[in-house]
C-alpha cells in the first residue's frame, strides 16, 4: 500500500453514535480516510466509487445483514477483506462463513478500540499514525 494514498476504511453499522465514535477513534489511530455509514444501501450506492482496504461491518442489521452486505461485497470486490462486529455471536455459529474468504475476523461486541484497531491492522489494510 502506499502511504501517501492509503486506501479507505468504511464502517456500515445502523448505530449512528456508535458508527460516529468507531469513525472518529479509527481516524486518530489511522491515515487511512474513514467512511462511515448508518444504511448498508448508502454504502452500497457509495461503494463504487470508494478506494477501499477493508469493511467493518456490523452483523445485525435491517433490510441486510453483515454476512449479506459482505457477499455482495465478494460479488462485486472479490478479495476486498471484512471485518464484522457483532453482539450477536452465538447466531454465527449456526452460519456457513466459509463461503466468504472475505470475512477476515469476527469481533464481539463490546470490543475495546484497541482490539478493533489490532484486527485492522492483522489483516494488512491500514496505515497507522505514528
Not at 41 to 49: I, K, T, V, Y
Not at 55 to 76: C, F, K, Q
Amino acid at each position: 500500500m502506499n502511504a501517501d494514498h492509503p486506501k479507505g476504511i468504511a464502517i456500515v453499522d445502523d448505530e449512528k453514535s456508535y458508527t460516529d465514535l468507531l469513525a472518529v477513534t479509527l481516524g486518530e489511530c489511522f491515515l487511512n480516510p474513514i467512511h462511515p455509514f448508518t444504511h448498508p444501501r448508502e454504502f452500497l450506492e457509495a461503494f463504487p466509487r470508494l478506494d477501499l482496504g477493508l469493511v467493518v461491518t456490523d452483523y445485525n442489521m435491517p433490510e441486510i445483514d453483515g454476512l449479506e452486505l459482505i457477499a455482495i461485497i465478494r460479488r462485486e470486490r472479490p478479495g476486498l477483506p471484512c471485518l464484522l462486529i457483532t453482539g450477536h455471536v452465538d447466531e454465527l455459529a449456526t452460519k456457513d462463513l466459509s463461503r466468504l474468504p472475505e470475512l477476515r475476523g469476527i469481533l464481539p461486541k463490546p470490543f475495546g478500540w484497541r482490539k478493533l484497531a489490532t484486527e485492522i491492522l492483522r489483516v494488512g489494510s491500514a496505515s497507522p499514525r505514528l
